[in-house]
């Protein structure tokens, strides 16, 4: 990563001596001199460089491994959920930023609030979350994608505009002879335009493979995460046969069993048959 944008750094350092080295001594000219040549569409690919710049710099620093899943919030939720304290994990989750939390909220929530429910439909809750989680951050770095896209175009069309006006000249009859020199000099004016698209172009897909690279090594990261989660859920589901893991409230709040038995429409505790002598 490090070495990339060293890398990148250095082309657009040496890029204007460059093209300066390339031109007569007598018209030698700065990269701003440059620029200025390129007419009224260097103003969109100005502000179309400004956003690659400001999204390259906030992916940096927010598309990392523990806005997705972090090893602290995996170790905290696994001991939560042995201890059956799902609304424990519920408050713990609304308060981290990860996918990981915002897939395990969902899950619990869901589990919590209806008994009823088998572990396969809290896996399919799990899975359409996850799928969320996962197309937010592929979606997040596709703008990045589409400058790449868009200030190339943006580059030619202006180059195509500034070739209109040129040619627009020749037909007028405005350039003879020696005058033609003028002629190519609005040409390569126009080129500008073409060039300057085509650097913040390379520029924004380069940094978006990168990050497109590590997007996808996290949604991996977060699938396995959750799968660990829901594999801890099913062995609750096991030891309750198939019931949904009831939480652990809080003390002074428990749990009623016997609530819950009579609410699901199963018999009394104390209507057993070892209770009346059967």
């Known amino acids: 990563m490090k070495s990339t944008i060293l890398t990148i750094g250095l082309f657009l350092a040496t890029a204007p001596y460059i093209f300066a080295a390339e031109m007569p001594p007598s018209e030698t000219m700065d990269i701003v001199d440059i620029l200025k040549k390129g007419g009224f569409m260097m103003y969109p690919l100005a502000v179309l460089s400004v956003i690659a710049l400001v999204l390259i710099l906030f992916y940096t620093f927010t598309i990392r ?10 170790n905290a939720a696994e001991a939560l959920i ?5 609304l424990g994990l519920i408050a713990h989750c609304n308060r981290q930023n990860q996918s990981v939390a915002r897939i395990t909220e969902k899950t619990l929530d869901f589990m919590t609030k209806n008994t009823g429910v088998t572990f396969k439909e809290v896996r399919e809750v799990a899975q359409a979350e996850g799928s969320r989680q996962a197309g937010m951050l592929t979606q997040r770095i596709s703008y990045l994608a589409d400058v790449g896209t868009i200030a190339p175009m943006m580059g030619l069309l202006g180059t195509v505009i500034g070739m209109i006006n040129s040619f627009m000249q020749i037909s007028s009859g405005g350039h003879e002879g020696a005058q033609a020199n003028e002629l190519a000099k609005g040409v390569y004016q126009a080129l500008v335009t073409t060039a300057t698209g085509l650097v913040i172009g ?20 977060l699938e396995a995460a959750s799968t660990h989660l829901m594999a801890l859920l099913a062995a609750q589901y096991n030891r309750r046969r198939g019931a949904a893991p009831q939480p652990i409230y809080a003390e002074g709040d428990e749990y009623d069993e016997r609530d819950h038995r009579e609410r699901a429409g199963e018999r009394p505790f104390n209507d057993r048959p070892e209770t009346h002598g059967v």
């Not at 491994?65 to 995996?74: H, P, Q, T």
């Not at 978006?208 to 690279?213: A, E, H, L, P, V």
């Open 65 to 74: 491994r523990n806005s997705v899943v972090s090893d602290k919030f995996m």
């Open 82 to 86: 042995r201890k059956r304290d799902y």
């Open 202 to 221: 390379i520029t924004a897909v380069v940094f978006y493979s990168i990050f497109r690279g590590r997007v996808q090594k996290y949604i991996a990261e």
